[in-house]
């Protein structure tokens, strides 16, 4: 075991350590957040406990380093124990009188609280914005739906990202959300509050605060009530139904350029150089390579997909190259009465770091969310028996809001301008993310394979 670094040792600290040594390797692959399933854990080596309440109850905040293999990753966690029965989920329940404390009220209420106040525990750092006044003595409540990171709602007022996977540095969230607030972007949610702490003796964000927004809407419910709707009336046109939702595609489609605009002014831009295209290239046929060995499905459309990825060298308009959100969909974006918000600009929660910070091309993050509006169009058909008339009526949905999105980044005046003058490379990213959407499916939603697939069958035969 590394040795532990245990800020305001009390005795609980080192039985507490051998309890989680012991206890979460079996623990950690059951739940949501945790980016390891794909192999077994070998080993949990506690790399730093922190004391934040106690004795009875107790909280410590712990930074520990999951083993598997030849990867190692570090992840967050709150730790629990008290004498009385914990109120939270069964499944947070750890054992030998410890759990994971996310979802306990009296124990999370602090960690508002500290950041009102601003302040250090051992190398924990909790401190407001400077333009921001927090209101201490809330209690807090999950977010169920979180599934990379754990989120909690404070009293309607403030909703508190912890990030599990940690990673060195500020947080490519934090640090987006702030430069677009200091821009003056009005389609994110104001950041109020912060948690940083240390990563194997480097700076490293823990938890990031924000404004929450209790009547604001998800715009994957939205879409995807659109699509029932449509379906409800086969006979309508989906520019008749009752609840088209291509205005806010539309809307939506210059609240994304309005962003890709700020990203582009508050952190700059660099003109792609003369390998950045040949890099692209090369990275979409390793991906299509690498899956087509795992997935049987997909090589039977290899040769295809290559055509179009090759087809990128010769693209001739200038490429710009930016901070994007990097893992743009509907379900990154809220309704608000004032318009839609971005969320979660963390990017692509499988990407290595370095990835998610690199400068690419704001026709991802179009792409992204294109390939979203297919997802939403057939999530009522998956599973179901097959019905030409019901996936024709789905595809007038998803081509109708796919155009509306790109005219609404259009009339925006986006980095890109208008994403259809970019064709060739719009269709590769799209497709490229469809490869990524085919590996994803296969390892996690079998019944799910055939929405990527169909779109890639789609768009290599002509008929897309």
Not at 86 to 101: D, I, K, Q, W
Not at 322 to 341: A, C, E, F, P, S
Not at 400 to 422: K, L, S
């Amino acid at each position: 075991m590394s040795p532990l670094s245990h800020h305001g040792s009390p005795p609980e600290l080192p039985e507490a350590s051998r309890a989680l040594t012991a206890l979460l390797p079996g623990w950690l692959p059951a739940q949501r957040w945790f980016a390891g399933k794909d192999r077994p854990v070998d080993e949990v080596r506690p790399a730093g406990l922190t004391v934040l309440a106690g004795p009875d109850p107790l909280l410590v905040h712990a930074v520990v380093d999951v083993v598997q293999g030849d990867r190692t990753e570090p992840y967050q966690l709150l730790i629990g124990s008290r004498s009385g029965v914990p109120e939270v989920a069964s499944a947070a329940v750890l054992g030998e009188g410890l759990y994971e404390a996310s979802g306990d009220a009296d124990l999370t209420a602090g960690l508002l609280d500290r950041m009102a106040a601003g302040g250090s525990v051992g190398p924990l750092r909790f401190a407001a914005e400077p333009d921001a006044t927090l209101e201490p003595g809330l209690r807090s409540r999950p977010i169920t739906a979180e599934q990379s990171n754990t989120s909690l709602v404070y009293g309607g007022q403030y909703i508190l990202k912890l990030f599990r996977k940690l990673s060195a540095g500020t947080n490519k969230d934090l640090l987006l959300h702030r430069a677009l607030q200091d821009a003056g972007c009005k389609h994110i949610a104001r950041v109020v509050g912060s948690i940083s702490g240390e990563l194997h003796g480097e700076p490293a964000t823990m938890g990031m605060l924000q404004e929450f927004l209790p009547d604001a809407v998800d715009g994957w419910a939205m879409a995807t009530t659109s699509v029932r709707d449509l379906l409800a009336e086969p006979d309508q046109a989906a520019a008749e139904a009752g609840g088209d939702f291509a205005g806010e595609s539309e809307r939506l489609g210059a609240a994304v350029a309005e962003v890709h605009a700020d990203l582009a002014t508050a952190l700059g831009t660099e003109p792609a150089d003369g390998d950045e295209l040949d890099r692209t290239v090369r990275a979409m046929t390793e991906r299509l390579e690498q899956v087509s060995d795992v997935v049987p499905e997909l090589a039977v459309y290899a040769p295809a997909l290559r055509e179009v990825f090759e087809a990128v060298r010769a693209h001739e308009a200038p490429i710009s190259l930016q901070y994007i959100h990097g893992d743009l969909h509907l379900g990154q974006v809220l309704r608000t009465v004032n318009g839609w918000l971005l969320l979660d600009f963390e990017g692509e929660p499988a990407a290595p770091v370095a990835e998610r910070h690199a400068l690419r091309s704001p026709l991802r993050d179009v792409a992204g969310m294109l390939r979203s509006f297919d997802y939403a169009a057939h999530q009522r058909l998956v599973g179901q028996p097959e019905n030409a008339d019901v996936t024709r009526h789905a595809m007038e949905w998803a081509r109708r809001n796919r155009a509306a999105f790109c005219a609404g980044y259009a009339r925006a005046g986006g980095p890109v301008g208008d994403p259809q003058e970019h064709a060739d490379l719009l269709r590769a990213f799209e497709l490229d993310k469809a490869v990524y959407e085919v590996a994803y499916e296969h390892a996690n939603r079998p019944d799910w394979l055939s929405v990527p697939l169909a779109a890639i069958a789609r768009s290599t035969d002509g008929s897309e």
